[in-house]
């Protein structure tokens, strides 16, 4: 839910006025704040031009105000605490209550006006990703703006100049506060509403952190080894399904801050890539994908006719990335006996479990974990374990949903016949083909 601000006072408007010796507001605008964690209804423009407002994973919104021509909004940049999944919290930096920040919205032409006010230990700025701005407004500490001091508002101004999909970030400190979880999206709708109209339109960053079991912080320094990876600062089953009515035109906007790539695959469906953060990609130039790697410091936007009902995997094809708190030292032990092991063991420590002689399928395991963990994979479907974690989720295809409604539907009711049955084994094994007895003629 919203929640309120007080107005900053006007010493801190004069602050922000020096600095960027442009604004003429007559106050600051409040600052809203999220406190939940499940995808918030999109947020309708109540003034200018109308568009079909996207839905941010995990996520909302930020309101804005309108000041003459300007739209106006005000971004908090803070720490905050974000639950990764139930059962894991995590303490992070990112803007109005929520790590990563609520996501902008504006239409094509625009003249918008942000104000950042920074309640971090250290300064920041917010560099606005993708997008064709002045250069003094570009957000790049030092060499573009000061940096914002803690306890300071600086306003960003400028025209939205095309429309598409980007992102927002620190360029100051980048390394620590991007590791803390400081991003968020920009959505910018085309002023033609007859562009490429879709029916549904959800929108998330990626992004991915070191949190070792049992600790609360992440560790900034990590470069490669991370064990937490997310979509909106939450991991499976913690992630929000896509709920979708069938055969409406979807779009999903994918940002990606984190520190690889990610192959992002969506069953049961094939799709168009048609928009990154450098813009629309001609129609004449997409083609069919079931899958679409998003590159670091990169948008992918794809489009999906949502025409096969169910209940379909999306995630990313990393299998090490649809894991939970996972170490990355473990041998592999299948096939070897392991019950001397698990005997000596035993013996020192009761409830350590010796694992990975037939795999490491964790579905009906309970075992005892640190506290403030998550396990390796976890969830649970109409039909057992679903034995996921990281950068999943379900897209959920119903037919019958009304236009906007975006509540989960609940698991799908398969059609008598169309769910993968077992049969009887056969008694002997089946006859094979043998390997060729004639000897090749040299």
């Given at each position: 839910?919203?929640?309120?601000?007080?107005?900053?006072?006007?010493?801190?408007?004069?602050?922000?006025?020096?600095?960027?010796?442009?604004?003429?507001?007559?106050?600051?605008?409040?600052?809203?704040?999220?406190?939940?964690?499940?995808?918030?209804?999109?947020?309708?423009?109540?003034?200018?031009?109308?568009?079909?407002?996207?839905?941010?994973?995990?996520?909302?919104?930020?309101?804005?105000?309108?000041?003459?021509?300007?739209?106006?909004?005000?971004?908090?940049?803070?720490?905050?605490?974000?639950?990764?999944?139930?059962?894991?919290?995590?303490?992070?930096?990112?803007?109005?209550?929520?790590?990563?920040?609520?996501?902008?919205?504006?239409?094509?032409?625009?003249?918008?006006?942000?104000?950042?006010?920074?309640?971090?230990?250290?300064?920041?700025?917010?560099?606005?990703?993708?997008?064709?701005?002045?250069?003094?407004?570009?957000?790049?500490?030092?060499?573009?703006?000061?940096?914002?001091?803690?306890?300071?508002?600086?306003?960003?101004?400028?025209?939205?100049?095309?429309?598409?999909?980007?992102?927002?970030?620190?360029?100051?400190?980048?390394?620590?506060?991007?590791?803390?979880?400081?991003?968020?999206?920009?959505?910018?709708?085309?002023?033609?509403?007859?562009?490429?109209?879709?029916?549904?339109?959800?929108?998330?960053?990626?992004?991915?952190?070191?949190?070792?079991?049992?600790?609360?912080?992440?560790?900034?320094?990590?470069?490669?080894?991370?064990?937490?990876?997310?979509?909106?600062?939450?991991?499976?089953?913690?992630?929000?399904?896509?709920?979708?009515?069938?055969?409406?035109?979807?779009?999903?906007?994918?940002?990606?801050?984190?520190?690889?790539?990610?192959?992002?695959?969506?069953?049961?469906?094939?799709?168009?890539?048609?928009?990154?953060?450098?813009?629309?990609i001609p129609e004449s130039a997409q083609y069919p994908e079931t899958t679409t790697d998003v590159p670091v410091g990169a948008v992918r936007v794809f489009d999906v006719l949502a025409?096969?009902?169910?209940?379909?995997?999306?995630?990313?094809?990393?299998?090490?990335?649809?894991?939970?708190?996972?170490?990355?030292?473990?041998?592999?032990?299948?096939?070897?006996?392991?019950?001397?092991?698990?005997?000596?063991?035993?013996?020192?420590?009761?409830?350590?479990?010796?694992?990975?002689?037939?795999?490491?399928?964790?579905?009906?395991?309970?075992?005892?974990?640190?506290?403030?963990?998550?396990?390796?994979?976890?969830?649970?479907?109409?039909?057992?374990?679903?034995?996921?974690?990281?950068?999943?989720?379900?897209?959920?295809?119903?037919?019958?949903?009304?236009?906007?409604?975006?509540?989960?539907?609940?698991?799908?009711?398969?059609?008598?016949?169309?769910?993968?049955?077992?049969?009887?084994?056969?008694?002997?094994?089946?006859?094979?083909?043998?390997?060729?007895?004639?000897?090749?003629?040299?």
């Amino acid at each position: 839910m919203f929640s309120r601000r007080g107005f900053l006072g006007t010493a801190a408007l004069a602050s922000a006025s020096v600095v960027s010796g442009r604004v003429q507001a007559a106050s600051i605008p409040e600052a809203p704040h999220m406190d939940k964690v499940v995808m918030q209804p999109p947020l309708h423009p109540s003034s200018g031009p109308d568009y079909r407002p996207v839905v941010t994973l995990n996520g909302w919104t930020l309101p804005f105000r309108m000041n003459g021509d300007w739209k106006e909004f005000h971004l908090v940049a803070e720490p905050v605490v974000r639950e990764f999944a139930e059962g894991m919290m995590v303490n992070l930096w990112g803007y109005n209550g929520q790590s990563p920040g609520p996501t902008i919205e504006a239409v094509e032409g625009d003249k918008v006006r942000i104000f950042v006010t920074n309640r971090l230990p250290e300064y920041t700025t917010v560099h606005w990703h993708g997008m064709i701005i002045p250069s003094g407004m570009d957000g790049v500490g030092g060499l573009n703006q000061p940096h914002i001091p803690p306890g300071k508002t600086f306003v960003y101004e400028f025209e939205m100049k095309k429309s598409g999909t980007f992102m927002y970030h620190p360029h100051s400190d980048e390394m620590v506060q991007m590791a803390m979880g400081m991003m968020g999206m920009v959505v910018v709708h085309p002023r033609d509403q007859s562009f490429r109209p879709v029916d549904r339109d959800f929108v998330f960053v990626m992004s991915t952190y070191r949190v070792d079991p049992g600790t609360y912080l992440p560790k900034v320094n990590e470069m490669t080894d991370f064990n937490m990876w997310t979509w909106n600062s939450r991991v499976f089953p913690g992630i929000d399904p896509l709920p979708v009515r069938l055969d409406d035109k979807v779009r999903v906007r994918i940002g990606n801050l984190s520190m690889t790539n990610h192959p992002i695959h969506l069953h049961g469906h094939s799709f168009a890539v048609t928009c990154t953060d450098g813009g629309w990609i001609p129609e004449s130039a997409q083609y069919p994908e079931t899958t679409t790697d998003v590159p670091v410091g990169a948008v992918r936007v794809f489009d999906v006719l949502a025409d096969n009902p169910g209940d379909w995997a999306f995630h990313c094809h990393k299998s090490h990335h649809t894991m939970n708190a996972m170490g990355h030292d473990m041998r592999n032990l299948i096939g070897v006996s392991r019950k001397d092991l698990a005997r000596a063991v035993g013996k020192l420590a009761p409830d350590a479990m010796v694992m990975g002689q037939s795999g490491m399928a964790m579905g009906n395991m309970e075992m005892p974990a640190p506290d403030n963990t998550l396990p390796m994979m976890t969830g649970s479907g109409q039909f057992g374990p679903i034995e996921m974690g990281g950068m999943f989720t379900v897209m959920k295809i119903r037919d019958g949903m009304a236009r906007g409604d975006y509540s989960d539907p609940g698991p799908y009711q398969f059609p008598q016949g169309t769910v993968a049955y077992e049969v009887a084994s056969p008694a002997a094994e089946p006859a094979r083909q043998s390997a060729p007895t004639t000897k090749m003629k040299m």
